[in-house]
């Protein structure tokens, strides 16, 4: 995005549900588009469409491929309420930087509405697993990331405490105290 290469991007532009930008390949330029909104996303595709080129895949193929792409499930996943209120839920298994890169993404494209963050646990951090979840909590709370932050999970119970949120001991009572205040 930032340097000269075979494959880059530019013109990229955040929506609510999806990133749009243009693929720089083989001498041409093709619109694209990712279904995950977050400028992070677009460095992941380009990583991809960096490996079809290379294999001799013709642009328009990569451009579908990156457009069909199916996101993992509670990884950016954002919920738009009938009230107004978003709600990103980031609960599935991510480590520090991508959980940071979804924060940040979700509070600009939604700088203007209620967020609530649901976030689990990171796991496969070893003996910084504890550190990473408080210096999480305290990205959150010192940016004002969100209206509301709620946790589940061991080590999310970190992030909870430290950013001012809620830890629940499992999805069901997480599930059931956003029922009853959203």
């Known amino acids: 995005i930032k340097n000269n290469s075979d494959v880059t991007a530019c ?3 955040l929506k609510t549900d999806k990133t749009i930008f243009v693929l720089k390949a083989n001498g041409r330029k093709v619109k694209a588009e990712i279904p995950l909104c977050g400028r992070f996303n677009v460095y992941n595709a380009l990583a991809a469409s960096a490996c079809a ?7 328009e193929k990569i451009v579908r491929g990156i457009k069909n ?20 839920n980031d609960s ?9 890169n979804a924060i940040e993404n979700f509070v600009k494209i939604f700088y203007n509405r ?14 910084y697993e504890i550190d990473e979840h408080r210096k999480l909590g305290k990205f959150l709370y010192e940016n004002k990331s969100a209206d509301m932050v709620c946790t589940t999970g061991n080590l999310s119970k970190n992030i909870a405490e430290t950013a001012g949120g809620k830890w629940f001991k499992n999805t069901d009572k997480l599930s059931e105290y956003l029922k009853k205040n959203l």
């Open 69 to 88: 792409f199916k996101p993992q499930k509670k990884r950016m996943e954002i919920l738009a309420l009938k009230n107004g209120i978003v709600v990103l």
């Open 114 to 127: 209620r967020k609530i963050l649901v976030l689990g646990d990171m796991l496969e951090l070893g003996r």
């Open 53 to 59: 080129v290379s294999l001799g895949i013709p642009v």
């Open 11 to 13: 013109d990229i532009s």
């Open 92 to 100: 599935y298994n991510a480590n520090p930087a991508s959980m940071r």
